[in-house]
């Protein structure tokens, strides 16, 4: 769905910084639409977005160095404003014919940035020798301008902590304004999009509505749609939306893979018949899925299996469907994929790396019948959560925490086997039982547990027990892209470790997981 066409937007070129998805997020929390392309995308694909200006985003890689990723030199003839982070900043540098280097004087973490220019990016930060606060994180620095360019900034540092050449509207900053360790960086960001690029805020909840039903319209235009449906917010959003664009020609499906928590089928049933005006299947396929997981271990091969699996119940269920009414057969599957999946498969990237293979994105077989419609594909949770909202679902549904699509299968370490989901859930129900009622409200991103099969010597009853390690872990996120483990009360934690020890048999062993992300991820596999 091509979004960005409709409205002003800002498009990212990826060089790898684990901060990009960050970048677009603070565009659009500007009220601008903005999305993310490989850092080596074509000029055409670019010119097809529209966009009002171009970030560069930072990377890992020395400019100077060999295989470095490049910026094209035709990026500087579209004519369009171009800001560029930290390693974006340096590539404009190097293909500018100026001159960056490597230096002993590396500056990671905190920096005073002192501002020699406040014309522009700098409006509305302070005068001209204001100190702010940024977020550095190079081993490079800029040595030498390319001609037309002036400092703007430095640090003690870095003598150019920020460029510009004003006349060709190119910018750069060598540190990171999306992070909140630039206290003033969306204002930074901010002045990009609207005094220099000139963008009109149109990025809303009620912006996105229109655009999204014509999208879905025009994707499926005659034949019935069907909807992988889990019951969480992405999926039931992704349906609602659906069911607004093509009405009655859709029909949603629920599959129950075996690897839901405890009572998550009754639960999900219930909420979608009551808020809901929808075709709804139900499909058992537990069976299915546990057999095709048996003596799984790679986490990325129980993601595949899970996605091969899930469209495989999805083509049955469509021939079903077919065989009910002579009406046009099912051609689409409507899934809930968001942004993130799809960033994190790497659909957009440029060199940086996979994380995990979402199963609704890289999972999919090459050989799928149905073609895929994913009206949420460029929306962050937070986004999709406002969009719930405004198509008139409840809280109870929007607030839900997220689950995994392959469920329980990646909260087991190895293999899934019956046994081992039934301790699972048997500890998960306790923490959810437990951190509901403790009024954390939406402190809590997710709150779950995690199956570690080793097994570690305790007592019980007078006697020597061998039994496996259940983790708790609770975290605080705003889109799931970061995460920071949440600061449950202590007695809190005592209370579920105690209960999932008494309560689980086969479980003598309790710990609490204090990653945060990154460096560990929200789920265990
Ligand atoms: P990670 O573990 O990548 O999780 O930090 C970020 C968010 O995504 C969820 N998650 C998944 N959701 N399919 C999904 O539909 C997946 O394969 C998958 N892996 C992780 C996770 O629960 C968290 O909310």
Redesign the pocket.
């Known amino acids: 769905m091509d979004l960005a066409s409709h409205q002003d937007n800002i498009l990212i070129l990826d060089f790898g910084s684990q901060y990009t998805q960050l970048l677009a997020r603070r565009v659009r929390e500007a009220n601008v639409y903005s999305s993310i392309l490989p850092f080596n995308a074509s000029i055409t694909q670019i010119k097809r977005l529209r966009p009002k200006g171009l970030i560069l985003s930072g990377g890992p890689s020395s400019s100077y160095h060999l295989g470095a990723p490049k910026a094209s030199p035709k990026l500087f003839s579209l004519g369009i404003p171009i800001l560029g982070i930290c390693y974006g900043m340096q590539v404009i540098v190097q293909t500018k014919g100026g001159k960056v280097s490597g230096t002993t004087e590396r500056e990671y973490g905190p920096a005073t940035l002192k501002l020699d220019d406040t014309t522009d990016l700098f409006d509305q930060i302070g005068g001209k020798h204001t100190r702010t606060a940024v977020w550095m994180s190079h081993g490079d620095r800029i040595d030498r301008l390319p001609s037309g360019f002036t400092s703007i900034a430095h640090t003690a540092n870095a003598p150019i902590a920020a460029m510009c050449d004003r006349t060709r509207r190119i910018f750069g900053l060598q540190f990171h304004p999306e992070v909140i360790h630039t206290p003033k960086g969306a204002q930074i960001l901010r002045n990009f999009i609207y005094r220099v690029c000139g963008c009109s805020g149109t990025w809303n909840t009620t912006s996105w509505i229109d655009p999204m039903v014509a999208t879905v319209r025009k994707q499926a235009r005659s034949g019935r749609i069907i909807c992988a449906l889990s019951g969480g917010v992405d999926s039931t959003v992704a349906a609602a939306l659906t069911h607004r664009a093509v009405g009655d020609r859709l029909t949603c499906v629920f599959v129950n893979n075996g690897l839901l928590r405890a009572n998550e089928a009754q639960f999900v049933l219930h909420s979608l018949r009551t808020h809901l005006d929808l075709n709804l299947r139900y499909v058992d396929a537990s069976q299915q899925f546990l057999r095709a997981l048996k003596g799984v271990e790679d986490p990325e091969r129980k993601?595949k299996i899970i996605g091969r699996e899930f469209i495989r119940v999805f083509e049955t269920e469509a021939k079903n469907i077919n065989a009910l009414s002579n009406e046009s057969p099912v051609s689409y599957l409507v899934q809930g994929t968001l942004y993130p999946d799809v960033v994190?498969s790497g659909a957009t990237l440029g060199p940086s790396a996979v994380?995990?293979t979402?199963?609704?994105v890289g999972g999919l077989p090459a050989r799928m019948k149905l073609k895929v419609i994913e009206p949420l594909r460029n929306l962050f949770k937070d986004e999709v959560r406002r969009l719930g909202t405004e198509l008139g679902l409840p809280d109870a549904m929007i607030w839900r925490q997220?689950f995994?699509?392959?469920g329980l299968a990646?909260r087991i370490i190895g293999p899934v086997t019956r046994p081992s989901l039934k301790i699972l859930r048997e500890a998960d129900t306790i923490v959810q039982e437990e951190v509901k009622p403790a009024g954390l409200g939406r402190k809590v991103w997710?709150a779950f547990a995690v199956l570690i099969p080793v097994r570690t010597v305790g007592i019980r009853g007078d006697k020597r027990s061998y039994e496996h390690v259940v983790a708790v872990r609770a975290v605080q996120s705003d889109d799931?892209m970061t995460a920071d483990w949440v600061r449950l009360p202590h007695d809190l934690l005592g209370r579920i470790a105690h209960r999932i020890t008494n309560e689980v048999k086969g479980v003598n062993r309790v710990v609490y997981d204090l990653s945060t992300?990154p460096p560990g991820?929200?789920?265990w596999e």
Do not use: D
Request: glycine share 12%; hydrophobic share 15%.
């Open positions: 993601r994190e994380i995990k979402h199963h609704n997220p995994p699509g392959p990646i997710q799931g992300k991820t929200i789920e």
